[in-house]
């Protein structure tokens, strides 16, 4: 079975500053998407940016990139240049690549971790 | 011209009574879940539905039981609640052939058991 795991309950950062998440998953699949969810005190759950495990660059979305290490089963978030409103739960979650069978299309999420952005 | 749409957004009630939480969705997916989000924010999936057949059940009690009209709407019914049900629901969908985009989300369901 696919697991998800991050290890950060929470993390702080200054406003402007740079802060990295960091997620681990374990699969023996190699066809899989990875995905960044920001959920804010309003909970409402915000798809913040995704990779595609055969795509080798980094995904990257303006302040927001991934560190993509598919050997090491990583895949931690960089968010650049903090602001007040990226205080949010962050969650990493995996998705099997093929569809069919008893995982169909089913998103595994990691515990989440909480950021707050310190003014 | 919300995408996923979740009635009610707060559910309180108490032990033993029935109640639904109604779920649709504009975006012509085909695919529609439940999620149960804890106290500690753990989400895990309870169910998935594409074009209206049962495709997912996460060893769910069967006090929890879904209903798929059409493939916009997916409800979910709770009989008999307990205090351990007490958590926020969400309703997402995504389309089978697009894997890539991840989920949308409603804006989900807080269910309070008292």
């Keep these: 079975a696919q697991t998800v795991t991050q290890s950060q309950p929470e993390m702080s950062v200054q406003e402007a500053e740079t802060v990295t998440l960091s997620c681990t998953y374990d699969t023996s699949e190699s066809d899989y998407y990875l995905f960044w969810y920001k959920q804010p005190p309003s909970r409402q759950m915000i798809l913040v940016i995704r990779q595609e495990a055969y795509k080798q660059q980094n995904a990257t979305e303006n302040r927001f990139s991934v560190n993509f290490q598919k050997a090491a089963k990583s895949f931690s978030l960089k968010i650049s240049d903090s602001q007040l409103g990226d205080a949010a739960m962050y969650f990493c979650a995996y998705r099997i690549g093929y569809a069919g069978g008893t995982s169909y299309g089913k998103l595994t999420f990691g515990q989440g971790t909480i950021l707050t952005v310190h003014p | ?114």
């Design chain 2, 1 to 114: 011209d919300t995408a996923v749409s979740q009635t009610p957004k707060y559910l309180v009630t108490q032990m033993g009574n029935d109640k639904s939480i109604k779920c649709e969705q504009n975006l012509g997916h085909d695919t529609m879940y439940w999620y149960k989000q804890d106290s500690k924010k753990f989400l895990k999936i309870m169910f998935s539905y594409n074009n209206k057949e049962l495709i997912i059940n996460e060893t769910v009690p069967n006090r929890f039981s879904p209903k798929s009209p059409d493939k916009a709407h997916l409800n979910l019914h709770i009989n008999s609640l307990e205090l351990g049900d007490s958590a926020v629901y969400f309703c997402a969908s995504s389309q089978s052939d697009r894997r890539w985009d991840g989920y949308t989300f409603g804006s989900g369901t807080r269910l309070t058991v008292v």
